[in-house]
């Protein structure tokens, strides 16, 4: 194809997009969208043509590709490495792991694409897979727990399946008795951990046995440090889960349980690996105990302070069988509603049960929508914020993946409640498997008129929309994803007037977090005072947490408000990894704070937070031992605060960076005394004039850390890092402990550690970039560092 003939298929290929999404600038990010999934960035002179073509004139165009991380404006290599630094992941070795491919990709110091043109590396701010810190991301796979020593691993991997589709086998029916149900969980965790392989196993064995059993793919079980998960339902027995699962464990697993025709022999209690059974606290429906495979010690008391209301049938519902759906209560309380209820009456419901927002501010939801509905206007809008970008977050993503359906009836609550016929669902482009769920959810609402015209013969309709974002964390802030729907900058507005008043289009709108929406079903179903009895005080109910960091047993997990932090984490998340000691755990993403393990009996809820300088926010909680450094912590999520900013108010943009340049200077040995009060001053400023809650609460996870932590910030300002982790302070060097195995030498990936088997080593300082490989690879703790 000559060049003139691949710019007129180009140009061709603009009309087709601007027919789909339209010509006004409403439709200005999904067309930029559109253009990049087929260019993997933003050709110039498409941009041209496009602002040609339609409403949108090219200093718009510009103007929004360049604001949104999503969009590139320069070529990019044929496959996109994405390394998450996302806070799980920084503090489990990101940093090292992203260094590990720049010298894997031989990137000098400027460059991200290597030069052949076929690998792009970034770094971005989470993938939503905590719990499997440190991720890596290469096109659409997923790699988890992810080493620096790995990356030349993962990038033949890669080569090997790329271009590949696996074909599912067909199933045959023999017209044979259901012996039972194989549930697999096919939630983001999961396939990144491997369950498509382990799905695909499990079709092969039922396949070439010729058993007669239900394959049913489930959402997330909650249990995401055990993925991947595999269930098996006997019609004449007990549910066992299985964790771990490889794909060799499969048959076994199957053949222990259901017995096939023929030559199939049934193995009786024979695995391929020893399984410990427990009992737990709770009999949850359709899972009564498991069996888990000894690679990790179980801890039965995972579910057992779990209360199930936003997660409910976790694990055991498929997130797109609508009648499965139906089947276990869903819609129920839709239906009760529109025959039954007034606006007014369901208000007061929402009012009753005491619900706060769930995503991060705890505006009391039943006072919002009365606000939207007192409102005259006859065109108003709702809004399902999923715009999850808190790094070390992950509870949009699960939910929007593994409970569609009661998302989406919570919205068309709200939406009666309010008068509202139009809604859009904003979920991050970030998360495509939730994207397409959604969708697809939608038109089976559609079909079975629980969305469209005249819901259930109600005389109510209501239509709904998926808009995607595109990379950016101030959309969070419900005026900033206002302005991003409209198809420009994501900037905040001054309020007010309130979104109620003034939203989406200059229409009172109705903006909820995704966690809020799923939990009014409940709300409505079993009653105000059903909800209002959970949780402590002016906080009822339940949250939503995403648990993640140095935590033996990460996942997704609900909980009553004024459950402790110590419950959570010992309890729940069985203790610190690795024999380590708990040191704090950061609540609330950048916006919250760092609150220490002496004070570990603090309840979860709004106050009580609020009074630890740490905040709810959406739900991250990253629990940190005694190897994390506090003032990288800090500086941490300064940096991404920093980097976030939309610039438009001074406060934010020059405060965050004044910050971030004293705690750049401090990490790296250059601090000096006054700049600890200086640190406290610019915060407080910065919190006082700043225009949205991304800047006001920017300081916090600084000003948290100085009131429990402010002995590291003197140590390091005294030219010493106490745990080792501020590279410009520290110095790698062996003690006598060494037994000259060479295993250190064999992962440095720069020869500062001369071969010398069976003597003692000793390490270069001057070849040594401090990647900490060989600290991680030796077997008897014999390199120090100090």
Known sequence: MTTEQQMTEEKNNINQIIADKGATKKSLIP??????????????????????????????????????????????????????????????????????FRRELKLADGEDTEESGKYTLE????????????????????????????????????????????????????????????????????????????????????????LRVNLKHVGCVGMCHQVPLVEIVPNDGEATLYAKVKPEDVKNIVENHFEAPGMFTRLKNKLLHTVETIQTDRNWEGIQRYEISMREKPVASFLGKQVPIATEYRGIINPLDVEEYLSRGGFSALAKMLKTMSPDEVIQQVKDSGIR???????????????????????????????????????????????PYRVIEGMIMAAYAVGIHQGYLYIRAEYPL?????????????????LGKNILGSGFSLNLQIYEGAGAFVCGEESALIASIEGNRGFPRMRPPYPAESGLWGKPTLVNNTETLAQISYILREGAEGFSNIGSGKSTGTKVFALAGKVARGGLIEVPMGITIKQ?????????????????????????????????????????????????????????????????????????????????????????????????????????????????????????????????????????????????????????????????????????????????????????????????????TGLCIKCDACRAACPVDAIDVK
Request: glycine share 10%; aromatic share 6%; with cysteine.
């Open 357 to 403: 927002g769930r995503g991060g501010a705890g505006f009391p939801t039943g006072v919002k929508w009365e606000l939207v509905k007192k409102q005259k206007d006859e065109t108003k809008y709702i809004i399902c914020n999923g715009d999850e970008g808190d790094p070390g977050a992950f509870m949009d993503r699960m939910l929007l993946e593994s409970y």
């Open 31 to 100: 067309i930029l969208q559109a253009i990049q999934k087929e260019h993997n960035y933003l050709p110039e002179e498409l941009l041209k043509d496009l602002a040609d073509k339609s409403e949108i004139s090219l200093a718009e165009i510009v103007g929004v590709a360049s604001f949104y991380s999503q969009f590139r404006l320069q070529p990019v290599g044929e496959h996109m490495i994405k390394v998450c630094v996302g806070t799980a992941c920084h503090v489990k070795g990101a940093g090292q792991v992203y260094d590990a």
């Open 568 to 764: 959570v984490i010992e309890e729940i998340g069985g203790g610190i990894a690795n024999g380590r000691k708990f040191k704090a755990v950061q609540i609330g993403g950048p916006s919250g704070g760092c609150i220490p393990a002496e004070h570990a009996d603090t309840p979860i809820d709004f106050e009580s937070l609020g009074e630890m300088g740490a905040m709810m926010g959406s739900g991250g909680l990253v629990v940190l031992d005694d190897t994390d450094c506090m003032v990288d912590i800090a500086r941490y999520f300064l940096s991404f605060t920093q980097e976030e900013s939309c610039g438009k108010c001074t406060f934010c943009r020059v405060g965050t960076k004044r910050m971030l340049d004293i705690l750049d200077r401090i990490v790296s040995g250059k601090g000096k005394n006054g700049d600890i009060e200086e640190l406290e001053h610019l915060a407080a400023w910065t919190s006082k004039g700043s225009l949205c809650g991304l800047g006001r609460t920017a300081p916090n996870p600084v000003l948290s850390t100085l009131r429990y932590f402010r002995d590291e910030y003197e140590a390091h300002i005294n030219g010493t890092c106490p745990t080792g982790k501020c590279t410009d302070l520290i110095t790698y060097s062996v003690n006598d402990d060494c037994i000259g195995c060479t295993k250190c030498v064999q992962k440095c990936p720069v020869d500062a550690i001369p071969f010398t088997p069976h003597e003692k080593h000793t390490i270069d």
């Open 434 to 450: 939730a994207v397409k769920r959604i969708r697809e959810a939608i038109k089976i609402c559609e079909a079975k008129n629980y």
């Open 123 to 210: 770094q971005v701010a989470c993938l939503g897979c905590c719990t499997l810190a440190p991720v890596v991301q290469i096109d659409e796979t997923t790699y988890g727990h992810v080493a620096s020593d790995q990356v030349e691993q993962i990038i033949a991997d890669f080569e090997s399946i790329k271009g590949t589709k696996s074909a599912k086998k067909a199933r045959k029916a023999d017209g044979s008795e259901i012996q039972g149900e194989i549930r697999i969980g096919l939630g983001s965790c999961c396939v990144a951990s491997g369950s498509q392989e382990i799905q695909q196993e499990v079709e092969s064995v039922v396949n070439e046995s010729g």
